[in-house]
């Protein structure tokens, strides 16, 4: 992939960093959070349908900020932002729904994943112009090394350069990754770049066989108008680059008969190109 292409192509961090910002200030704060997750880690012990549904309810409820900023996240992705928010909605409602306790230290932490594969699910099925493979639509967000915790002891998140020891992903494979981004939709050939030159003006040109087509049609008509043996006069001379002497010997005639059906042809050619026109 060129230099420019690489500089062209969104960051595969990007997303992550949106992600974790936006849920950090987004999510209940701590405190609140931790009673929410008591809520859904007493969940085991209310035998009472209702109390379940209604604890569960709270917590879709306080973290529909959250859902909503992770929807916002995407709004580039040509989809509508109503359908962003229904889909990271329906993230919310199943995290809630299969909470297991102990597994994640706050609801957040459960819940993003789920929200961000409900939208990359139908994102992936509905919207990318290429299927990407499965390493590729792996790497990124969540990548080992590029979490919210070591990011925060590192003192900051990993530039481009920095991508591949920070999370294990090949160099290769994150290139890969940035020229994937770049698939989502294809590129009219009307459309601008930056300096203001379309697809055209780079990689269109005139094709020269072009201004040839009606000159083969019209040759192709004006040979119909000749015999078998004309046509065959025409093409070793004309095609072939053979003498009038070889054409001779070749059909069994004289050099002077070869020369006069030459002749012969020239003026049917241009008789029924007059007519023709």
């Not at 697809?199 to 119909?224: H, I, K, N, S, Y």
Request: aromatic share 6%; glycine share 6%; charged share 30%.
């Amino acid at each position: 992939m060129s230099a420019r292409a690489l500089a062209a192509a969104p960051s595969v961090y990007d997303a992550h960093r949106s992600h974790s910002r936006t849920t950090i200030s987004c999510a209940p704060p701590r405190e609140r959070s931790r009673q929410l997750r008591k809520e859904l880690d007493d969940l085991t012990a209310c035998a009472d349908p209702d109390e379940q549904q209604r604890r569960r309810h709270q917590v879709i409820v306080e973290y529909l900020p959250m859902a909503r900023a992770i929807a916002a996240s995407y709004r580039d992705q040509e989809v509508e932002r109503d359908d962003l928010e229904q889909l990271a909605f329906v993230g919310l409602v199943k995290a809630a729904g299969g909470w297991v306790p102990d597994r994640c230290e706050n609801f957040r932490s459960f819940a993003v994943p789920a929200v961000t594969g409900e939208i990359k699910h139908y994102l992936r099925d509905h919207t990318w112009l290429i299927r990407r493979p499965r390493k590729i639509q792996n790497t990124g967000p969540g990548t080992a090394g590029t979490d919210e915790e070591p990011c925060r002891q590192r003192g900051g998140w990993p530039n481009d350069a920095e991508v591949p020891a920070a999370s294990g992903d090949p160099d290769r494979q994150i290139r890969q990754t940035q020229g994937a981004n770049r698939d989502f939709r294809a590129a009219s050939i009307h459309d601008y770049d930056w300096v203001g030159r379309t697809l055209t003006d780079e990689r269109g040109e005139e094709d020269p066989g072009l201004c040839r087509v009606e000159d083969r049609l019209m040759a192709r008509q004006l040979l119909g108008t000749l015999t078998e043996q004309e046509r065959r006069v025409v093409r070793l001379r004309f095609e072939h680059d053979w003498s009038q002497t070889r054409i001779a010997t070749e059909i069994g005639v004289s050099q002077v008969q070869v020369s006069r059906l030459l002749i012969t042809i020239t003026g049917k050619l241009r008789a029924a190109s007059t007519a023709r026109s």
